[in-house]
């Protein structure tokens, strides 16, 4: 992925934070029914396509690899370099983004808190309370997509 590429992506979705109409039209989202209130999770979890799989399994990994940071077993670049990570994968899955636009919104609820977070903490490392914000962003990631393997901080041994 390029840098320009990179950047404009992240760009398109730091819009959907500051100027969420403005982002859309960006996002060539548009016609997708974004929701304002969280929506009750599917009786099913949806099945995610490669590229949503990937990146999320991504995105939780690093998070994971941050609790090293938090714990002081990781210094501030490498913890820097997971959350480069975090935006590099948020940005593949909006590039590829193609959900019907109900899961589109759900994903969207996520992604975009999880990318404010990130980009507080790349403001300030010594921020933890930005790495609780990310993981929470997407805690509710498997509830509404299947999501094999995914363990949450109640099920993470340190």
């Not at 019907?100 to 808190?113: F, N, T, Y």
């Not at 999880?114 to 498997?142: C, H, I, S, T, W």
Request: charged fraction near 15%.
């Amino acid at each position: 992925m390029t840098t320009t590429f990179h950047a404009s992506l992240f760009a398109a979705a730091a819009l959907l934070v500051l100027a969420p109409g403005a982002a859309l039209a960006q996002h060539d989202h548009a016609a997708h029914t974004h929701v304002a209130a969280p929506m009750p999770p599917p009786a099913h979890p949806w099945q995610p396509d490669a590229t949503l799989r990937t990146g999320m399994e991504q995105i939780h990994t690093a998070l994971e690899q941050l609790r090293h940071y938090e714990m002081g077993h990781m210094d501030a670049t490498l913890a820097l370099d997971r959350v480069d990570a975090i935006e590099e994968s948020a940005a593949g899955i909006f590039a590829k983004c193609k959900l019907p636009p109900e899961r589109d919104a759900v994903l969207h609820g996520m992604l975009v808190p999880l990318l404010a977070a990130a980009q507080k903490f790349k403001a300030n490392p010594r921020d933890m309370g930005q790495l609780a914000a990310m993981r929470e962003a997407v805690a509710g990631y498997p509830r509404y997509f299947e999501a094999p393997g995914w363990t949450t901080a109640a099920g993470h041994a340190h």
